[in-house]
Each structure stands twice: as structure tokens, then as C-alpha cells.
């Protein structure tokens, strides 16, 4: 079974910085962040895998970074120079199994709000 717990949510103007983590138990082979504003899908902002590979949104690339610490099985996401769109809860994910069959498993979410 693999647990989630996020930190680091919060109220910020645009322009700010934020930084998210993650805390994961379990094995995984991919960590991420997704991010769900009110009345929209759940979206994909930033995943990491094991070796280190990163994919990003177009929407937060330049602006974002990912990392995770293996020793501490911990995936961050910093957040630069946000923008009022960015408001939405963002939710850790982990995948647990193989690339070609897996488990998502998801924090609970963490608030981050950017004010204009």
C-alpha cells in the first residue's frame, strides 16, 4: 500500500513562489503533481520518474520545477513566478507497478491560491 502526505500549500500573490512536497511510503516508479481548479478536470502539472525523467505541462514549463529525493522518498514542486490561473488543489501521485500495468495512488490535496 502507498501513502501520500502533502505539505506546502498556501496563499501567495502573483509573482510568488510556492514549494510542494511530498512525502510517499511505498515503492513507486513515478511521482507527480496534478492540479484541479473548481469546475475543471484534474490536470497533469509535472511528474518525475525514478531515474529522474520529468514531463511538464505546457502551461507551468519555465516556471516550475520537479525533483524528488529518493533517500527521503519525497517529490517536490517548486513553483516560480505564479500566476492567478495556477489556483487550484494540487494532488501528489504516485505510481506503484510497472509502466505497463500500474496503481495511481493520490494525496489528499493541498490548496494553493495566487492572488492578482
Known amino acids: 500500500q502507498v501513502q501520500l502526505v502533502e505539505s506546502g500549500g498556501g496563499l501567495v500573490q502573483a509573482g510568488g513562489s510556492l514549494r510542494l512536497s511530498c512525502v510517499v511510503s511505498?515503492?513507486?516508479?513515478?511521482m507527480g503533481w496534478y492540479r484541479q481548479a473548481p469546475g475543471k478536470q484534474r490536470e497533469l502539472v509535472a511528474s518525475?520518474?525514478?531515474?529522474?525523467?520529468?514531463n511538464y505541462a505546457d502551461s507551468v514549463k519555465g516556471r516550475f520545477i520537479i525533483s524528488r529525493d529518493n533517500a527521503k522518498n519525497t517529490v517536490y514542486l517548486q513553483m516560480n513566478s505564479l500566476r492567478p490561473q495556477d489556483t487550484a488543489v494540487y494532488y501528489c501521485?504516485?505510481?506503484?507497478?510497472?509502466?505497463?500495468?500500474?496503481?495511481?495512488?493520490w494525496g489528499r490535496g493541498t490548496q494553493v491560491t495566487v492572488s492578482s
Open positions: 518525475i520518474s525514478t531515474d529522474g525523467i520529468t
Open positions: 501521485n504516485a505510481k506503484a507497478g510497472r509502466p505497463s500495468i500500474y496503481n495511481n495512488y
Open positions: 511505498g515503492s513507486t516508479f513515478s
